[in-house]
């Protein structure tokens, strides 16, 4: 057995599971190098969320902060996540604006790209994948694990069969619940490693507390690669920690190779930063905790923490519980989805309404009827039709796959954001995140003629007070 790799989710997933994904870039840079030097498989510090809050929360442009990456972690593999035909937003996209997105992602220094779609409907990945291997990036292709009576390991070997048959380069388990049981996945992997001959990578979390196991159990059955966290950015809503996976298969015929010293050098880096996030309120405490009621509700960390934030919104943190309950029963009327990006906002949202307004789908949101409709593709489990005419009226469903209805409109987007383009990725974070990326082009705008004019009055003499 060859030695097992790691990925490193810190700068990506981690801070998003914990802290809504708020980490800046000022916040990563000072502990690159040193990442850079551990010999990790590969870094995860792109896609997913970082995009959307880059431009939203945190007043960066994503594209830098990964042209910075790529620049101070010269020897590392850059992965990222990507959402098949959603790309990093929340729609599908045609398909000259994914293929265009995978060339932008490539040239500015991503080398693995994790693609999943949140249905597993494989027609929705299509484009991304060829666009990826014609970019000769690698294609990590997921399944997203889930749990359901739709749902088995012969399904899930059948859908790897088909990935691998679409050129995947390596497959990744993503369970982004933290469902996936440790003996479970010991089958699982093994399955997998019988059906398919590339690398089989895992990525679960830990919120029901399952993780570290699953990762020990698939390691004895193989698996190529294990994702973890560093330790101050680990467990809870987030992953098995780094240096313990490591410290669990020393000296064993596992061993990943990687140094516990130097790996303690990134964690008192990062042990600073979980310090000031839980002083400023951006790691709540109980995203931390194990709870074990995720095997019931099967909702993920990233969504767990976005439910917490509309109940409070709403003014009704305390009915927490029934939302949680609700999940399960809305999930089930719209055809078992796995509960990831977007899929997870959309029915979390759905029971939030159906919770908050005293009654079931009084309130359905444009989303909720977008997937019932068959917007976002093919349900594992077909729809049940009295339901689906409830939400949809007399709308017709999609049938094919949701993109064979969206003409181009890459050239129709860079007309529309023309004013703002400082460079040809800019058209990018336009179409994902329209009046946020415009208002971001706004304030960089201003910030630059802010800088200008202090260099002319420096130029002519005037300094600012």
């Known amino acids: 057995m060859a030695k097992v790799k790691i990925t490193e989710t810190v700068l990506r997933d981690a801070h998003q599971s914990l802290i809504a994904t708020r980490m800046t870039m000022d916040e990563m840079l000072p502990i690159l190098s040193t990442i850079d030097k551990i010999g990790y498989h590969s870094v995860e510090c792109w896609g997913g969320a970082t995009f959307d809050a880059c431009l939203r929360f945190l007043d960066e442009d994503p594209w830098e902060r990964l042209r910075i990456l790529r620049k101070e972690m010269p020897n590392s593999k850059l992965q990222m996540l990507f959402r098949g035909q959603n790309m990093l937003g929340y729609r599908h996209y045609a398909d000259d604006v994914v293929e265009y997105f995978v060339q932008k992602c490539v040239s500015n220094g991503i080398d693995i790209i994790r693609i999943f779609d949140a249905l597993n409907d494989i027609r929705n990945m299509k484009t991304a994948i060829k666009a990826t291997k014609k970019e000769g990036a690698h294609f990590q292709a997921c399944i997203s694990y889930t749990i359901s009576p739709v749902h088995s390991t012969e399904k899930f070997v059948e859908f790897a069969k088909q990935l691998e048959d679409e050129g995947a380069d390596s497959i990744c388990i993503k369970d982004m619940a933290g469902l996936i049981k440790p003996y479970v996945a010991y089958d699982l992997v093994k399955a997998l490693k019988s059906a398919v001959k590339i690398p089989i990578q895992l990525h679960s979390h ?61 964690r008192d880096y990062f042990n600073t930063l979980r310090q000031k996030y839980l002083s400023n309120g951006l790691l709540d405490p109980k995203m931390l905790g194990v709870d074990a009621n995720t095997l019931l509700y099967q909702v993920p ?56 307004m005293g009654e079931r789908y009084k309130t359905v949101t444009k989303e909720f009827k977008g997937l019932v409709k068959g917007e976002y593709g093919k349900t594992p489990e077909p729809i049940d039709p009295d339901f689906r005419k409830k939400i949809i009226g007399d709308e017709n469903p999609i049938e094919c796959r949701p993109a064979d209805l969206l003409k181009p409109e890459l050239e129709t987007l860079k007309k529309e954001c023309e004013q703002w383009i400082e460079q040809e990725e800019d058209v990018l974070s336009y179409a994902m995140f329209g009046q946020v990326a415009t208002k971001f082009f706004e304030k960089r705008k201003d910030k630059k003629l802010g800088i200008d004019s202090i260099h002319a009055d420096k130029k002519n003499g005037v300094h600012p007070v």
């Open 206 to 266: 830990y919120t029901s507390g399952l993780a570290s196991m699953a990762h020990l159990k698939a390691v004895e059955a193989g698996v190529d690669v294990i994702d973890t966290a560093i330790s101050p950015l680990a467990l809870g809503t987030s992953h098995p920690a780094t240096e313990s996976m490591v410290a669990a298969l020393q000296g064993t015929e596992y061993d990943t190779g990687l140094d516990l010293v130097k790996l303690n050098e990134v």
């Open 301 to 356: 960390g990233g969504m767990l923490s976005n439910l917490v934030s509309q109940l409070k919104q709403a003014g009704k943190s305390d009915q927490l519980e029934e939302v949680l309950k609700e999940v399960p029963r809305v999930r089930a009327d719209a055809g078992f989805p796995p509960l990831v990006t977007p899929s997870s906002q959309i029915v979390g949202t759905q029971a939030v309404f159906n919770v908050i």
